[in-house]
């Protein structure tokens, strides 16, 4: 369907693969990207901001963007500032009405690389996602909403702790238990969803989880955590490129007006994106079936904040495809680029 509507397939890849990807590309990373740091302090000031680590060592900047997850830190430092009452007070401020098991496995023969296999039981369901090597399994089962903090500990599941599975065919050859034994790495976690209210306060900013948390990290047939994160990032890196442009030294009341312009720009497509998520996560776990026609349709919400995805302003692009529904932007470069061409 995203092939057919946007011009794009579906892409499987890893996060190290990404990482490394833009890393290798990106100039003087090696003084840009420092790794192994943990923040532990954050000091505003009128003119900028200071970031200490745990290892002794700080950094002083214009700016802080906490692209730090699910437990941001630099979420908790924003909500020291703010006023009381802006965030809410508690550990957690999404809620998970999921918990779900996550486990790598070798593949086995019978899953072939590429395919996706479903299945469906009352109130939960089981996911196989397959790469050339792996099998990796995805569990949603219905809990009574909590919102605590829960982490992923590989490991710490006991065989007794998900037996309830262990006769569950994945297909005709293996049963769950046969991929669970042969696991080479496993864990439990909640699938928080929600998004704050509040993306920004003073030279602080968020992106990503830290500030919306996608129903699983995955609904069964998208992934869109990552992709909403990526997409936020494109947004303000295009808001602070425009407030640079007009003053290269920005005061803090032309970063909070960048701020919030991104935040306009990406609270309600995060908010349907939860929305959509969690109303098909609900249809496939639904008790008296997979309810994929509903699923259909609901997912069909979400062709229309794809076609007004951000792009980034500063970057040409010009062999883009398209499907059925048009792309509502493109990069301002193409525009000045063509510009360009016509002078010359
Ligand atoms: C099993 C699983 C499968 C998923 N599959 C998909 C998928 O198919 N498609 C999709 O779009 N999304 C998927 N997601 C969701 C996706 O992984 C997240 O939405 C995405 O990683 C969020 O990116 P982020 O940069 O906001 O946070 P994270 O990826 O969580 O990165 C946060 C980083 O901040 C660091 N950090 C935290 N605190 C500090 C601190 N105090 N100091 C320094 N560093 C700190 C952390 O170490 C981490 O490196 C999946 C998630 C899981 C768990």
Redesign the pocket.
């Known amino acids: 369907m995203l092939e057919f509507a946007h011009g794009y397939p579906t892409m499987l890849f890893d ?1 190290l693969t990404f990482a490394e990807v833009l890393l290798k590309h990106l100039k003087g990373s090696d003084q840009l990207v420092k790794t192994n ?4 302090n954050i000091t505003t000031r009128k003119d900028g901001v200071t970031v200490d680590f745990a290892d002794g060592t700080s950094e002083q900047g214009s700016i802080v963007v906490g ?7 630099v979420r908790d430092f924003i909500r020291e500032k703010a006023p009381p009452g802006l965030f809410s007070q508690g550990p957690n401020p999404f809620s998970a009405p999921y918990q779900g098991l ?1 486990f790598r496995v070798p593949r086995p023969e019978s899953l072939k690389p590429g395919q996706t296999v479903y299945v469906h039981q009352p109130h939960k369901q089981l996911m196989a996602l397959v790469t050339a090597t792996e099998a990796h399994m ?1 569990t949603y089962e219905r809990i009574p909403d909590v919102s605590e903090r829960s982490y ?1 500990s590989p490991n710490k599941v006991t065989d007794e702790d998900v037996k309830y599975w262990f006769d569950i065919p994945v297909n005709e050859k293996i049963t769950f238990k046969d991929l669970w034994d042969n696991k080479v790495m496993g864990g439990r ?1 909640n699938h928080d969803e929600g998004v704050i209210p509040w993306w920004h306060w003073d030279r602080l900013v968020l ?4 500030v919306h948390k ?1 129903e699983q ?2 609904s069964p047939f998208r ?7 990526i997409e936020g990032v494109i947004s303000l890196v295009n808001k602070l490129n425009r407030t640079i442009g007009s003053n290269p030294d920005p005061s803090r009341q032309d970063l909070s007006r960048a701020f919030t312009a991104y935040q306009a720009e990406r609270e309600s497509a995060a908010r349907l994106w939860v929305h959509v998520s969690r109303l098909d996560i609900d249809l496939y776990t639904s008790e008296t079936g997979p309810a994929s026609k509903a699923a259909t349709f609901a997912d069909g919400r979400t062709i229309s904040i794809v076609a007004n995805s951000p792009v980034l302003d500063i970057l040409p692009f010009h062999d883009e495809k398209e499907g059925v529904v048009p792309w509502r932007r493109h990069p301002k470069a193409n525009r000045k680029s063509k510009d360009v061409k016509a002078r010359l």
């Open positions: 996060r740091k943990k923040v532990t692209a730090d997850g699910v437990w941001s830190t996550f995805t992923f976690v992106v990503g989880d830290s996608v990290p995955m992934g869109a955590g990552a992709c909403c994160g």
